[in-house]
């Protein structure tokens, strides 16, 4: 399984982007899908994640409200709307499988795309 995150860019605050991750490869059986992000000089961190029928979401306090976490299990994609973006999120964001119906936290990413930077400015 590959996974290809895209979408990111340069923004100022306030403003929105929307992340892509689409896997490709061997992806049979089911898969919840996170978004996690790391910014320079600190560990990488959760984010976002939806179970494989796009029923339930999670999302970490500091995007609550802001981000929204999308698939579209046809195409193979999961996306990230991020609005209100703030200087705080800046980081590189990754996308990550884990096997199964539903997203368990304390159990591990199976796979791991390719980060996409996301900087915002002030």
């Known amino acids: 399984v590959q996974l290809q995150a895209s979408g990111g860019g340069l923004v100022q605050a306030g403003e929105s982007l929307r992340l892509s991750c689409v896997a490709s490869?061997?992806?049979?059986?089911?898969?919840?899908v996170g978004w996690f992000r790391q910014a320079p000089g600190k560990e990488r961190e959760f984010v976002a994640a939806?179970?494989?029928?796009?029923?339930?979401?999670y999302y970490a306090d500091s995007v609550k409200g802001r981000f929204t976490i999308s698939r579209d299990n046809a195409k193979k994609t999961v996306d990230l709307q991020m609005n209100s973006l703030d200087v705080e999120d800046t980081a590189v964001y990754y996308c990550?499988?884990?096997?199964?119906?539903?997203?368990?936290?304390?159990?591990?990413?199976?796979?791991w795309g390719k980060g996409t930077q996301v900087t915002v400015s002030s």
């Open positions: 939806i179970n494989w029928r796009g029923t339930d979401t």
């Open positions: 490869g061997d992806t049979i059986g089911t898969y919840s």
């Open positions: 990550a499988f884990q096997g199964g119906l539903t997203y368990v936290a304390t159990m591990p990413m199976n796979y």
